[in-house]
């Protein structure tokens, strides 16, 4: 068994590598730190060599959570070698981090990748000399194409020679480096990597080393010999490092690389900014953006789909299933189990998969051509003034998929308080397990204006998201130190490959839900609703029944009294689209969401249905949202607190929009 | 002068930055520091953050961060 970590910067393309050699679906985005979590995956067809994607990084000293925890892998962990994947049309930048990774002296090859775009750029790169400059062995890729696989797999299975890298960073600084390598190694800790290494990166003000010296109780010495040398000599220290690398690299690069002087007309990159962070245009554009994927996703293309697997699942299948189970004398409860229960419950979420597979599919396509980034930049002063950063965007606009993975996202942000910000917000974001609710209810009751009515909802989930961030900024959180520091990579179209196997990942999870929690939960359902203490008896006198006239009266002022409501809600806590199948199961309603329709127009009038709407997308997400925001907060405060703030929100804005509709109506 | 007194489409040399170390270890990282040659490139539509052009590619950042480095022409 071999362990190889993946590093390199943002956008280098990190991802398309990893995918390349493990055949894993793994996500590939032009976000910088897409990888936000640590992703292993096995070298395709051998098993014995294990690829450990990290988020990208800049620098080996972390500042933010998905830096830490790169950093810290790499530091902690003891690899076998690292593959560091380098752009080589940004060879400066990229080259910077593959220096401290060189320093840390692990047996390290690199896969000089975007050889295609270095070449359009009109750069020549002598792979010989770099190779022999910097001590290591290089594989030239294009990881898009899948271009140098196996030149890269073939250097794994070979030895990688450690190297012996080293650069001089003046009289100075090394015998201030030689000073606290003595330090550590009359110390009694014990390190795995060089000791040039770590006096480095302490210098450089590297917090994972710097942890580790005080835990070994070494800190105070240490720094107190690189203050004595920066006081006298009149430096500092992390400042001269970085200089001296750069100074370092640019004189490697003058030897090693040819530039072809290639037209600079405007690139293509350039065009297009050009327009979507143009003064006037630039935030118009995002939001006709986003009206366009919600229109796309219910109107042209998710509905009509939708009301396809329904006729399928609500007729022909229920139909088939029923006659099987006439067929071989099955009892009447059973029928009822299998038809009202399993069919109705579990087909009434799944055919809301081709508009959840539509929405992933655009939401994926937005953020891998690296739009998304510009999103940030255009509205990072707005967001700013919200105690937010503009890379908060991008965890709420991915939330509008799933806000698991937007809560995750947050940890691309720098400064704790506007991450903490940015998670807790992401709730209100209408993730696509709401759609079933709303595309039910607004399809009964404003069938003329659904797109508007269901964007309306949306735009509401932003506002209160809006509104939390300003009130954590006026009472939690009133001095910040928020920084913004984005890089903005060149546009590339998406590879439409990639797209389709992530949808189809995110869609397989959705899939999945309805046939556990939600299947599971359909059961459950069907049961409480023909059972009581008295054994099966009509639903109005069920176990559900009981239940829901227990907790209704919380909901009357809502104009949503009845139990049916009130039970769907506490179902749906486990999942949102739970809230349907509850529907499905307790009305009976032969099993197509059609039928339902039919019901929820005795039971709702419009103005309640969408107080109903608006209390589905404010209230607590789900368990899983639940669990998310405990493991990201790691805090059970913050966890309570989002659960106590949804819940009275939505509460608090049905009854306003309830009693207030109510004086008009 | 600061790089925030900048227009958009100047190119100029950056001389020093003053802001805490964290920050300043970042920028620097990135590939801004002292001698480096930077180009303004555009504004965010209300005028903040920047987004500038450094060693072919672009970055962006605040005003606020653009106040604290000092540039020469
Ligand atoms: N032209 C070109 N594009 C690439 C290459 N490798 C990756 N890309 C694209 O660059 C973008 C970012 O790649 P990704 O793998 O997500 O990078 P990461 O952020 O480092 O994980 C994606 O759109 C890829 O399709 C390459 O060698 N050449």
């Not at chain 1, 947050?410 to 992401?426: A, F, G």
């Not at chain 1, 990942?505 to 359909?522: E, L, P, Q, V």
Request: with cysteine.
């Amino acid at each position: 068994m071999s362990t190889f970590a993946l590093a390199g910067n943002p956008n280098s393309g990190k991802t398309s590598l990893f995918n390349l050699l493990t055949g894993s679906r793994q996500r590939v985005g032009n976000w910088p730190g897409v990888t936000v979590e640590k992703v292993i995956g096995q070298l395709k067809g051998d098993m014995k060599y294990t690829i450990v994607d990290l988020p990208g990084l800049y620098s080996l000293a972390p500042i933010s959570i998905d830096e830490q925890i790169a950093s810290r892998y790499m530091i902690e962990e003891k690899l076998d070698g690292i593959i560091n994947i380098v752009d080589a049309s940004n060879l400066e930048r990229n080259l910077y981090f593959t220096i401290q990774l060189l320093e840390y002296g692990k047996p390290l090859f690199m896969a000089l990748n975007m050889m295609d775009v270095a070449k359009e750029k009109g750069l020549h790169i002598d792979l010989k000399q770099l190779e022999e400059r910097l001590g290591v062995k290089i594989s030239s890729t294009v990881a898009r194409k899948g271009i140098g696989k196996e030149d890269i797999i073939h250097k794994l299975k070979n030895e990688i020679p450690s190297n012996a890298f080293r650069i001089n960073y003046g009289e100075a600084m090394e015998s201030l480096i030689t000073e606290l390598e003595e330090i550590l190694e009359q110390s009694s800790m014990k390190v795995h990597y060089s000791s040039r290494w770590f006096a480095i990166q302490f210098l450089e003000g590297n917090l994972v080393i710097e942890e580790a010296a005080k835990q070994s109780g070494i800190y105070e010495a240490l720094n107190k010999v690189k203050e004595r040398v920066e006081k006298d000599q009149q430096l500092n220290a992390s400042q001269v490092i970085q200089n001296i690398r750069y100074q370092w690299i640019s004189s490697l690069l003058k030897e090693v690389v040819q530039r072809e002087q290639i037209e600079t007309a405007q690139t293509l990159t350039d065009k297009i900014d050009r327009i979507v962070t143009n003064k006037w245009l630039g935030i118009p554009i995002f939001l006709a953006v986003m009206y366009f994927i919600f229109q796309i996703t219910f109107t042209w293309i998710g509905n009509p789909l939708l009301d396809l697997v329904d006729g399928f699942i609500g007729g022909t299948l229920s139909g088939w299933v029923e006659a099987g189970l006439i067929v071989i004398n099955s009892p009447d409860w059973m029928i009822s189990l299998a038809v009202d229960g399993i069919v109705g419950g579990v087909g009434g979420v799944l055919v809301f998969v081709p508009n959840i597979l539509v929405l992933f599919l655009l939401l994926s396509f937005l953020e891998d051509t690296g739009y998304m980034t510009r999103v940030a930049f255009i509205m990072d002063k707005f967001m700013s003034k919200m105690g937010l950063n503009g890379k908060s965007i991008i965890p709420m606009v991915i939330g509008f998929g799933c806000n698991i993975p937007g809560i995750m996202g947050s940890r691309t942000i720098e400064d704790p308080n506007e991450r903490l910000t940015t998670i807790l917000m992401n709730p209100f974001m209408s993730c696509s397990a709401r759609m079933p609710v709303y595309a039910l209810f607004a399809g009964v009751f404003f069938a003329n204006n659904q797109g508007l009515i269901v964007f309306s909802l949306y735009f509401l989930g932003i506002v209160m998201a809006i509104l939390l961030a300003f009130i954590l900024k006026l009472t939690k959180f009133k001095q910040s130190e928020s920084v913004f520091i984005m890089e903005l990579p060149e546009y590339r179209l998406p590879v439409f490959k990639n797209l389709l196997l992530h949808t189809w990942d995110k869609g397989k999870g959705f899939i999945r839900k309805a046939g556990t929690i939600i299947f599971s939960m359909a059961v459950l359902i069907w049961f409480l609703s023909n059972f009581s203490f008295q054994g099966m008896v009509d639903i109005n006198h069920s176990f559900l029944a009981a239940l829901g006239s227990f907790i209704a009266p919380i909901f009357k002022p809502l104009g949503f009294g009845d139990w049916q409501a009130s039970v769907a809600l506490l179902t749906g806590f486990l999942a949102k689209e739970v809230v349907v199948s509850t529907m499905m199961v307790i009305y009976g309603t032969g099993e197509s969401v059609t039928g339902l329709s039919q019901m929820i127009q005795g039971s709702f009038s419009a103005l309640s249905a969408y107080a109903y709407m608006v209390f589905v997308l404010l209230y607590v997400p789900c368990l899983a949202t639940v669990a998310a925001i405990k493991k990201e907060t790691a805090s059970w405060k913050w966890t309570f607190f989002s659960i106590g703030y949804s819940i009275g929100i939505a509460w608090l804005m049905a009854f306003i929009i309830y009693q207030v509709g109510k004086l008009f109506i | 002068m600061t790089l925030a007194e900048c227009k958009v489409g100047e190119k100029v040399k950056i001389e020093s930055l003053h802001m805490n170390h964290n920050q300043q270890r970042r920028f620097m990282e990135m590939g801004i520091l002292p001698g480096t040659e930077i180009e303004i490139v555009r504004m965010a539509p209300l005028k903040d953050p920047i987004s500038v052009r450094v060693r072919g590619f672009q970055i962006s950042f605040r005003k606020k961060e653009a106040e604290q480095i000092t540039i020469s022409h």
